[in-house]
C-alpha cells in the first residue's frame, strides 16, 4: 500500500495535473520508435510479396494464352490494331448513343422508382388499388430477363398499331430499360425507407405532420443518403445493359461493332465496344467505393447521414 | 375544467394488456409523474395520449372533446400536444435550426424568417443559442435533449408529455435537462412526466401517479405516495428503489 502511495507511476498521475501540458511535451519513447520501425519493415516486406505474387501470376496467365494452339487466330480475330482503329469511330458514335439512352433512363427510373417505392408506403385504405398496383409492378418486371423485355416492348408495342404509341426503337428501348430497372430500384428505395428508425417516424408525426410531410422532410432524405452506394450499383449494371437495346437496331456500340465484325469477319470492333463501356463503368464502380466507405465512416464515427 | 381526461384505457398487444382500465384527469398548469417499473406502462399511456398508439377500450379527451372517436384527426390532436421522447429523436440530416423550425413552418405555416426568428429564441432561452447552426451530432445527450425540448415548445403546445427523457442521459447531464423542466413548471405548462428520477418527482410533481403492470395503483401529492403510501405494493416499489441508491 505505502508502495503504491509512494511511487505512482509518473506518466499516470500527470495528465491529471496538467493534461495539455503533459500532451504538449510528449516525445516518442524508444519502445515507440522501435514498434513502428518494425511495422515499416512488416509494410515492406508484404509489398515486395504482393509484387511479386502479382508478377508472377500475370506472367504465368500470359504464358498459358500466348502459347495455347489457337492463340494466332485470336490474337488476329481480337487484337487487330488495323481492325480496331478503322471501327473505332462507328463504335464511339454508337457508344455516345448508349451514353444518351443510360442518362435518360437513369433519370426516369430514380423518379418511378422513388415513386412506386412511396405508393407501397401508404396505409389508407383509398389507396389499396394503387398499392396493390405497386405491388404488381415490381413482382412482375423483376421477374422478366431484362432482354426478354426489350423484345416484348420494341416489337410488342409498335405491333399493337396504337395511335401515338411511340415505334422508335430507341425510345421503347428506354421504355423497357426503365420498367424493368424501375422495379429494382423502387425495392433498393424501399429498403432505404425501411431502414429509418420508426422512432423517426414517431418524433415526426408527434410534432403533427401528416404522413406526406414525414416521408417528405424526415424519412426520404434520411433513406436516400443511406441508398446511394447500392443505387450506383444498379446504374452501373444499366450502363452496360443499355447495349441489349442493340436487338431492336438502333445504331448503338454493339450494333455498330457488331456490324463491322460482319462485314470483316473480325472481333476487334466488339473489344473497342468493350473498352469503352469499361471506360464508362470503372470510374462509377470507384465513385460507388467512395461514398460507401464515407458512410460507413460516418456511421462508425456517429455522424449525421 | 380538466385539460386532459383518461377515462378507463385500455390497450393490448398480442392478447397481453399493457394498460388494464387507465382513469386520470390532468388540470391546466399541473405537472403530473407517472412512476413505476419498466414495463408498468407509463410511455404507453403518454404514447396513447399523443395517438401514436390507437387503444383498444376507453376514451381519452382533451380540452372537454373526445380524441379517441373514429372521426378524430389526430394531426389536430397533435398540434395541440408536445411530445419528448427517451432517445431524443432528433432528426440527424437537419441542424438544429430546422428541426425547431420544421413544424412550426409546415404544419402551423409560420413564415420561415418568423419561425426562425421564435427558434432562436427558444434556444437561447435554453442555453442553446450557440448551437443553432449544429448538426444534432455534434452535441452532447444533454444538449441533443433539450433540443427535443426546445422542438416540441416550438408549436405552443397545451401540453407537453416527457417519456422518460433522462433515462438515456450520463448522471452528470441530467441536471441539464431537469433544470429545463423546472423552468417549464415555473412558466405554467402542464405536463405529464414518465421518470425514474424520484427525487425529481418528489420535487416537481403536484400530482404522482403510480402504475404497475397497466394499472394506476395509487394516485396523490408527492408528499402522501413518497412519505405514506396507501398501497403496498407501492411501498415496495418506493423501497426496492431506495434499496438500489443505497448501492
Redesign the interface.
Known amino acids: 500500500m505505502t508502495e503504491g502511495e509512494a511511487a505512482p507511476p509518473a506518466d499516470s498521475d500527470a495528465p491529471e495535473a496538467a493534461a495539455p501540458a503533459a500532451l504538449a511535451q510528449w516525445t516518442k519513447s524508444d519502445r515507440q520508435i522501435r514498434r513502428e520501425a518494425d511495422l515499416r519493415r512488416r509494410a515492406r516486406r508484404s509489398t515486395s510479396i504482393a509484387t511479386a505474387s502479382t508478377i508472377v501470376v500475370a506472367t504465368a496467365v500470359v504464358v498459358a494464352v500466348t502459347a495455347s494452339p489457337g492463340w494466332p487466330r485470336v490474337q488476329e480475330a481480337f487484337f487487330n490494331p488495323s481492325q480496331f482503329a478503322a471501327a473505332f469511330p462507328d463504335v464511339w458514335r454508337g457508344f455516345l448513343l448508349n451514353v444518351k439512352i443510360f442518362l435518360i433512363a437513369e433519370l426516369l427510373i430514380l423518379i418511378i422508382g422513388l415513386v412506386v417505392a412511396l405508393v407501397r408506403t401508404l396505409r389508407s385504405p383509398v389507396f389499396f388499388p394503387l398499392r396493390a398496383a405497386a405491388v404488381f409492378y415490381t413482382d412482375v418486371f423483376r421477374g422478366i430477363p431484362t432482354i426478354l423485355l426489350i423484345y416484348l416492348i420494341g416489337f410488342g408495342i409498335p405491333a399493337l398499331e396504337l395511335q401515338g404509341a411511340p415505334n422508335d426503337p430507341v425510345t421503347l428501348g428506354i421504355i423497357a430499360l426503365v420498367l424493368s430497372y424501375g422495379a429494382y430500384v423502387a425495392e433498393v428505395f424501399r429498403s432505404g425507407i425501411e431502414s429509418v428508425h420508426p422512432?423517426?417516424r414517431?418524433?415526426?408525426?408527434?410534432?403533427?405532420?401528416?404522413h406526406g410531410?414525414t416521408m417528405r422532410?424526415?424519412v426520404v432524405?434520411?433513406a436516400v443518403?443511406r441508398v446511394i452506394p447500392p443505387l450506383l450499383n444498379d446504374f452501373v449494371s444499366l450502363q452496360k445493359d443499355t447495349a441489349l437495346v442493340s436487338v431492336l437496331g438502333p445504331l448503338e456500340a454493339l450494333r455498330q461493332a457488331s456490324i463491322h465484325a460482319s462485314s470483316t469477319f473480325n472481333y476487334a470492333p466488339y473489344l473497342c465496344a468493350a473498352l469503352l463501356f469499361i471506360a464508362l463503368t470503372v470510374p462509377m464502380a470507384r465513385l460507388t467505393d467512395h461514398l460507401a466507405a464515407r458512410t460507413a465512416r460516418r456511421q462508425m464515427a456517429?455522424?449525421?447521414? | 375544467m380538466s385539460l386532459l381526461t383518461v377515462e378507463g384505457v385500455w390497450k393490448n398487444y398480442h392478447h397481453h394488456s399493457v394498460l388494464r382500465g387507465i382513469d386520470l384527469e390532468v388540470a391546466p398548469h399541473e405537472v403530473v409523474c407517472l412512476i413505476g417499473a419498466s414495463g408498468s406502462g407509463k410511455s404507453t399511456l403518454l404514447r396513447c395520449v399523443n395517438l401514436l398508439e390507437t387503444i383498444d377500450d376507453g376514451a381519452i379527451y382533451l380540452d372537454g372533446s373526445d380524441i379517441t372517436e373514429v372521426r378524430t384527426d389526430p394531426d389536430d390532436v397533435r398540434r395541440r400536444i408536445g411530445m419528448v421522447f427517451q432517445s431524443y429523436n432528433l432528426f440527424p440530416h437537419m441542424t438544429v435550426l430546422d428541426n425547431v423550425t420544421l413544424a412550426p413552418r409546415k404544419v402551423h405555416k409560420t413564415r420561415p424568417d418568423q419561425a426562425e426568428a421564435e427558434a432562436r429564441e427558444l434556444l437561447a432561452r435554453f442555453g442553446l443559442a450557440d448551437k443553432a447552426d449544429e448538426y444534432p451530432d455534434r452535441l452532447s445527450g444533454g444538449q441533443q435533449q433539450r433540443v427535443a425540448i426546445v422542438r416540441s415548445l416550438a408549436t405552443q403546445p397545451r401540453l407537453l408529455l416527457l417519456d422518460e427523457v433522462t433515462s438515456a442521459l450520463d448522471p452528470t447531464l441530467v441536471t441539464e435537462v431537469l433544470a429545463v423542466i423546472r423552468e417549464l413548471k415555473d412558466a405554467g405548462m402542464t405536463m405529464i412526466i414518465a421518470t425514474h428520477e424520484m427525487g425529481f418527482a418528489r420535487d416537481i410533481a403536484d400530482t404522482v401517479c403510480f402504475l404497475e403492470g397497466g394499472v394506476l395503483l395509487e394516485h396523490g401529492s408527492p408528499e402522501q405516495i413518497f412519505t405514506t403510501p396507501a398501497h403496498p405494493r407501492t411501498r415496495g416499489f418506493l423501497q426496492r428503489v431506495l434499496d438500489a441508491d443505497r448501492l
Not at chain 1, 202 to 210: G, K, Y
Not at chain 1, 302 to 305: N, S, T
Open positions: 422512432s423517426q414517431a418524433a415526426a408525426r408527434s410534432l403533427a405532420l401528416s410531410q422532410y424526415v432524405p434520411q443518403r456517429g455522424g449525421h447521414l
